[in-house]
């Protein structure tokens, strides 16, 4: 502080981008669908293949990250230029250059496309709120996965203050592409002043802050979904049926906490039985 100001002794710029989604598989549709809108796990599938029977979305049970070459892509994007919401972002996928070819994810199942609507029908035709929540999520993945990446630029900086070294960092989104139609990726980063290495200046504040860790939160079902797609343990048609199994035993509890996430409690009953498989 006796010092009054600080020197910009690095200044780190690079290019940045944000991949957009591979093709749509069941799990991930479960995963996103459960962190993002709050959906139980057996409820997506259930919803899915309600549409699916209505002949609305593609068969929902899926492993498959791929879309062959073959595929007719601009075919099923064309008659959502009819939405109102995402209408705009379907045209200029077909006429302003947009389309770019979807990435190839990891998996395959040989069997099944990846899941992707078979047609445009409007929100409002739709039985309910779950429907809606599924289709709307569906095709806004679809559309993502054909645009191109998000742009965007990086900067680290690193000033100087007496013998104190400070560093942050920031992020500028310049092209935002598939963001436009899927919120359900964010992109964000800290703004700071456009500093350049020599730049002298003098901070508004100089503040220390004390603070203490807190305990992790409570599991959530994309959470959970993960680890078990990460263990083997279950498939992509029952890994919902057994969540809602180990709720129906109660050895678990469904809480929310912060930012309105429904998370998973262990009550005493799981901690029993995993403390007994433990001292087995």
């Not at 302003?96 to 035709?125: E, K, M």
Request: some cysteine; charged content about 25%.
């Amino acid at each position: 502080m006796a010092h009054g100001a600080a020197t910009v002794t690095k200044d780190e710029r690079r290019s940045k981008q944000k991949w957009r989604p591979v093709p749509l598989s069941t799990i991930e549709m479960t995963k996103k669908l459960s962190r993002c809108r709050h959906m139980p796990a057996k409820r997506i599938q259930d919803t899915a293949e309600k549409l699916y029977t209505k002949g609305i979305l593609s068969y929902p049970r899926t492993e498959t990250e791929v879309f062959r070459s073959d595929f007719d892509l601009r075919g099923l994007i064309a008659p959502h230029s009819e939405s109102p919401k995402w209408g705009d972002f379907a045209q200029m996928l077909l006429g302003g250059g947009g389309f770019q070819q979807p990435r190839i994810g990891q998996s395959d199942d040989n069997a099944h496309p990846p899941i992707h609507p078979l047609r445009y029908v409007p929100l409002t035709s739709l039985d309910d709120n779950d429907e809606r929540t599924v289709y709307e999520f569906v095709v806004r993945h679809f559309l993502a996965c054909c645009s191109k990446d998000a742009q965007g630029s990086g900067v680290n900086i690193e000033a100087t203050m007496g013998k104190e070294i400070f560093i942050t960092s920031g992020l500028a989104v310049e092209e935002r592409n598939y963001l436009d139609v899927y919120p359900y990726d964010k992109w964000i980063g800290n703004t700071i002043p456009d500093l350049r290495l020599g730049d002298v200046f003098v901070p508004t504040s100089l503040t220390m802050e004390s603070g203490r860790t807190r305990a992790p939160l409570y599991m959530s079902e994309a959470d959970l979904i993960a680890m078990m797609e990460k263990n083997g343990i279950g498939t992509d048609a029952t890994m919902g049926q057994h969540i809602e199994k180990i709720k129906e035993r109660n050895y678990v509890s469904v809480v929310v906490e912060q930012g309105g996430q429904p998370r998973m409690k262990a009550e005493k009953l799981g901690v029993a039985l995993v403390n007994g498989y433990t001292a087995l």
